[in-house]
């Protein structure tokens, strides 16, 4: 759908039906460690049903993230209305299998992502909280062209409470990234 010149050849695909095994994939500890940790595969299938409602709702976008040779993703990018009520702003998110990270794929993943988002009419301004110490993640939104409100405690589930930064990036803004 959506080519970037800046960077690797990255392409991103509306999440289908056939995604869940991209969702599988990326249920390590490692990666689900940045977002509350690893899933029972019952929350995984529960997780793709409701992508794929939101997604009919169009309430979240969430992405494949294809290269070339890799047609099944390597990976993931998406964005939300927030589901703390607060309609007054967008949330992203973003992951990379691990084989295929430092090479600019989520970068230019979520550049693209944004592009889609302005493309398709979203002028609220678009949140990425990363952990604090998740270098890779920080390091894309202020590759993607994000800027730094501060930092924020964000209760991913009850209980659960993560120590983020607060990046936003400005949809309305005119700007591209
Ligand atoms: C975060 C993640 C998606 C990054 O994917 P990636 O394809 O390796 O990222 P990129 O190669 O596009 O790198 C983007 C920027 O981050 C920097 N970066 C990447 N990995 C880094 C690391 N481990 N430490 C420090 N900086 C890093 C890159 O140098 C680049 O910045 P630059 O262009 O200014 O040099 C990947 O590490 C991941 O999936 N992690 C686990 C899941 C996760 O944390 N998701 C985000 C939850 S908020």
């Known amino acids: 759908m959506t080519d970037t010149t800046d960077g690797p050849l990255v392409q991103l695909r509306p999440y289908s039906e056939s995604d869940l095994d991209l ?7 490692e990666l689900m460690n940045q977002m509350g940790g690893v899933e029972t595969d019952e929350q995984v299938v529960a997780r793709h049903e409701r992508y794929l409602r939101l997604q009919r709702e169009g309430a979240a976008h969430q992405f494949r993230i294809v290269i070339p040779g890799h047609p099944e993703g390597v990976g993931m990018t998406g964005y939300w209305h927030r589901d703390d ?7 992203g998110g973003w992951s990379v299998e691990a084989p295929y ?28 909280y990363p952990r604090v110490d998740n270098a890779a993640s920080n390091g894309v939104c202020r590759r993607a062209g994000f800027t730094l409100l501060g930092e924020l405690d964000v209760e991913i589930a009850p209980g659960v409470v993560l120590r983020t930064n607060d990046w936003v990036f400005e949809l309305g803004a005119g700007g591209s990234a």
Do not use: C, K, Q
Not at 85 to 90: K, M, Q, V
Not at 101 to 115: D, K, P, S, T
């Open 101 to 128: 990270r430092g090479r600019g794929i989520a970068a230019a993943a979520v550049v693209a992502m944004l592009e889609f988002a302005a493309a398709a009419g979203e002028t609220l301004p678009l949140h990425a």
């Open 23 to 29: 969702l599988r994939r990326a249920n390590t500890p």
């Open 85 to 91: 009520g607060d309609a007054r702003a967008l949330e």
